[in-house]
């Protein structure tokens, strides 16, 4: 059998991670012959509450999951990883500003961020789930001089994959008849799920659908506001489908996504005036562990005031933190 891959998860005594271990413990993002190591970082006060997590996991019996770390060191979570999964983070808590929230973020992300410089394997690759996702992960690529920046992404999959379902019910086809949807911007409410280029078998799915006043005031403030519908009907917020987001963007960018467009925020190089350094929602496709983002696309009036509007409040986020 194969070395184990290593894979560290940070915040794993929480919500996402309840489904999200379980889910690679059980081969879904190396496949089914691929052993692998599971790298569990917490808070120290969340140690107790991992230990459960981790009897939990050794009770399943997962014959690919050979080998468990528990620790509250980021450099003993990144040693060596080949993929890491970046979910613990602060949640705001009561009267707490959205600045005092981005900072004490960010300095999460910076002392991960140099851990994974010194000791993470350079071929590993880093996805930002938690929020506010798209700015920890460029603290986290500011703070990893000598690590590779397109070796890090955060998570715009789960946006991407609700446009998806609600799209392919509209149009009565299936999710995976969909090809070249966008979900461009911030993990936040100004992300903007287009459809311009989106076609269902070949079929441009604004054709098919014919409804543009579905499109811009039902589809893409729906998938906006998904998350709090979620809270509010669940009472607590999206865990399992998120742990789902993260693999299927890990998954293509490691597997490739065979021609097709996915979604994957990623630091921008300046395409469709997204300034450089940015970690913003982009069309991209994968192939041989890297990913291409789709260039040249050209925008009309609407898809502009959206990405612009999705832009301004990354750089917001940005100049707070300056
Ligand atoms: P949770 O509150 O249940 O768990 C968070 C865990 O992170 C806790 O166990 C906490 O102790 C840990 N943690 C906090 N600081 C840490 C640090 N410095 N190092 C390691 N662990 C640390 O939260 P849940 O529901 O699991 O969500 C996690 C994050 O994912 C949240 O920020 C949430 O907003 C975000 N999220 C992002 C999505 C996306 O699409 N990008 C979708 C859904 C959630």
Redesign the pocket.
């Known amino acids: 059998q194969s070395t184990p891959k290593k894979i560290a998860v ?8 309840y489904s999200l271990l379980f889910r690679l413990a059980n081969g879904d993002l190396y496949g089914k012959s691929q052993p692998i190591e599971l790298r569990l ?3 120290p006060q ?1 140690q107790d ?1 991992v230990r459960g997590v981790v009897m939990e996991l050794e009770d399943c019996a997962f014959p690919l999951l050979h080998n468990i770390v528990m620790t509250d060191d980021p450099r003993q979570a990144f040693e060596g990883v080949d993929a890491a999964f970046l ?5 705001r808590s009561k009267g707490m500003e959205r600045r005092d929230l981005l900072a004490a973020n960010a300095e ?1 992300f910076k002392v991960q961020g140099r851990a994974i410089n010194e000791v993470a394997g350079r071929r590993a690759k880093i996805l930002v ?3 506010p ?1 798209n700015t920890n992960a460029s603290i986290l690529i500011a703070n990893a001089p000598d690590f590779n920046p397109r070796q890090v992404s ?3 999959r ?2 991407h994959n609700r446009a998806l379902t609600q799209l392919a019910r509209k149009a009565a086809c299936g999710v995976g008849d969909i090809d070249k949807l966008v979900v461009w911007g911030n ?1 936040s409410p100004t992300m903007f799920a287009d459809w311009t280029y989106a076609t269902a078998a070949g079929r441009p799915l604004s054709e098919t659908i014919a409804d543009d006043h579905w499109y811009k005031e039902v589809l893409i403030p729906e998938i906006a506001r998904r ?1 709090t519908a979620i809270i509010e009907a669940r009472g607590a ?3 399992a489908s ?1 742990a789902n ?1 993260a693999i299927d963007q890990m998954r293509d960018w490691m597997h490739g996504t065979d021609g097709r467009w996915t979604s994957m925020a990623v630091i921008s190089q300046g395409q469709y005036g997204i300034p450089e350094g940015l970690v913003c929602g982009v069309p991209v496709m994968c192939e041989d562990g890297d990913y291409s983002v789709v260039e040249g696309l050209d925008l009309d009036g609407f898809q502009k005031s959206k990405l612009d509007k999705t832009i301004e409040e990354l750089v917001g986020e940005r100049d707070a933190l300056s």
């Not at 940070?10 to 991670?17: D, F, N």
């Not at 979910?87 to 949640?91: E, L």
């Open positions: 940070t915040g794993a005594a929480g919500q996402i991670c970082l917490d808070l969340a509450a979910v613990g983070s602060r949640p999460i789930v938690g929020n996702a955060s998570m715009i789960l946006d993990h998350g917020s999206s865990a998120a987001a």
